[in-house]
């Protein structure tokens, strides 16, 4: 279990890494965000994470990460998004994974392209504008 970061930090942070695999991890009450994947990181794989009451997103993909993926993850009560991605990161791939009750949206996907959602599950509670539906296999 990892949290209680100080200041405006987030729990963990991946800075350019190839990859990293993070797996049966709980992530919790951090003044930042839970994880945050840096720009140009590349097969970055988020398995079994539980990330929960952050002041802000759940997990972020910064601008130009690449062919990473979250594999089956509880993201709830974040003071952002359950899980955002920025622009310019693409081809990521987000399967089963259970997003409730956070204050922004439950997948914020702003000017990202290429990913893949399936069988994910946004529940009550996620506020925001932009939601993406994670049903049968959208692509952003």
């Not at 914020?108 to 529940?123: A, V, W």
Request: glycine share 16%; net charge neutral; with cysteine.
């Amino acid at each position: 279990s990892v949290g209680r970061g100080s200041g405006d930090s987030d729990c963990v942070v991946l800075r350019a890494v190839n990859g990293a695999l993070l797996e049966d991890l709980k992530v919790e009450s951090c003044r930042g965000s839970g994880i945050r994947v840096g720009s140009g990181g590349q097969s970055v794989v988020l398995r079994r994470v539980e990330v929960f009451d952050h002041q802000r997103d759940g997990i972020v993909f910064e601008p130009a990460v690449q062919g990473s993926r979250i594999d089956v993850a509880t993201l709830r009560n974040n003071g952002g998004a359950g899980v955002s991605l920025e622009p310019g990161s693409s081809d990521n791939e987000l399967f089963y994974c259970l997003v409730r009750d956070n204050a922004g949206a439950g997948f914020q996907i702003l000017g990202s392209s290429g990913n893949l959602l399936r069988n994910n599950d946004r529940q009550r509670g996620n506020q925001g504008p932009k939601q993406t539906d994670s049903g049968n296999n959208p692509r952003t």
